[in-house]
């Protein structure tokens, strides 16, 4: 079973690469946040299968901080950006 959480964190990790091509290349500053959500929401799903396949209940801690950081960091961008207004694109 050990192997099975490891190749889903794997995946996982692999889903990250490619979000980080969406970072990089991302046309527009909501689509690069995105892609961030994405690492956050991939760190904590792979923190929590690798604590599954280590038998190491600290890194369960480990990704519930991760997912506060994420949402904090949500919550930052969407100050600092504003909500998108109707009709139009916010730049």
Known sequence: MTAF???GALFLLLTV????????SG???GD????AQLFGTAGVAILLLL????EQPALVDVALVFAL??????????????????????S
Request: proline share 7%.
């Open 5 to 7: 959480w490891l190749f």
């Open 17 to 24: 690469a490619v979000g980080m091509v969406r970072v990089l």
């Open 27 to 29: 046309p527009t500053p």
């Open 32 to 35: 690069r946040m995105l892609a």
């Open 51 to 54: 604590s599954l396949a280590m």
């Open 69 to 90: 950081l994420a949402a904090v960091a949500t919550v930052a961008f969407v100050r600092q950006r504003g909500l998108p207004r109707e009709g139009g694109d916010q």
